[in-house]
């Protein structure tokens, strides 16, 4: 069974632009949670989508925000690009939301704002 | 407010030593304890889920225990090899699919 895909992989963008990363889960996974990744600040929840509704949201500003479709694929946005949004963006996937379910990450996108 | 911290944040160790990595969180209310791996540049590897009914849980070389009480959870690694050279990572999870992950311990075994 194929894992969490995370698409593009690497990004290069400049401050003010916006971009939009994808996440495929697992077939048959239906919640998908993100993460972004920083050497400051290291591992922090930014959202997480089931069954097309957001369950629950971490403490990011607006211009962070994120869908999922009905075939439970999910983008993220960031707007307004910030030097500060460097990092390791991360999808994980589970089959519902909640334990006592595994979660499992995807690869990352790794986005460099210039 | 869930926060998790993670001692030591680096270790190295020689190949073949038995080691222990801690991970302590402030909120007992804790439904789940998940330990990551993470290689350089990478995404994470799920090692070990330790529900909050459960004591501990093993899988091959690792053995990870939990204590809800005192706010800790271990992560035994037998034999250590080279190949377990990585960061590792605690996460505690609510009762939905947000995890709190802990700051990380970076781990070296050289031969």
């Known amino acids: 069974k194929a894992g969490v895909t995370q698409t593009p992989r690497y990004l290069i963008k400049t401050r003010g632009q916006q971009v939009t990363l994808s996440c495929s889960p697992i077939s048959g996974h239906r919640s998908v949670s993100w993460y972004q990744q920083t050497p400051g600040q290291g591992l922090q929840f930014l959202f997480e989508y089931f069954s097309e509704t957001q369950r629950n949201k971490g403490n990011f500003p607006g211009r962070f925000s994120g869908r999922q479709f009905s075939n439970s694929r999910s983008e993220m946005n960031v707007s307004t690009l910030e030097l500060g949004d460097s990092a390791l963006y991360l999808c994980?996937?589970?089959?519902?939301?909640?334990?006592?379910?595994?979660?499992?990450f995807g690869p990352g996108t790794r986005l460099t704002v210039l | 407010k869930q926060e998790v911290t993670q001692i030591p944040a680096a270790l190295s160790v020689p190949e073949g030593e038995n080691l222990v990595l801690n991970c302590s969180f402030t909120d007992s209310a804790i439904y789940n304890l998940q330990w990551f791996r993470q290689d350089p540049g990478k995404g994470l590897t799920s090692l070990l889920l330790?529900?909050?009914?459960?004591r501990e849980q093993t899988s091959g070389r690792l053995n990870a225990s939990l204590d809800k009480s005192s706010g800790r959870s271990t992560l035994y690694i037998a034999a250590s090899q080279p190949g377990d050279s990585a960061t590792y990572l605690c996460a505690g999870g609510d009762n939905t699919d947000k995890l709190i992950f802990g700051t990380g311990t970076r781990l070296q075994v050289f031969p």
């Open positions: 330790i529900q909050s009914s459960q």
């Open positions: 994980a996937s589970s089959l519902v939301s909640g334990p006592p379910d595994t979660q499992y």
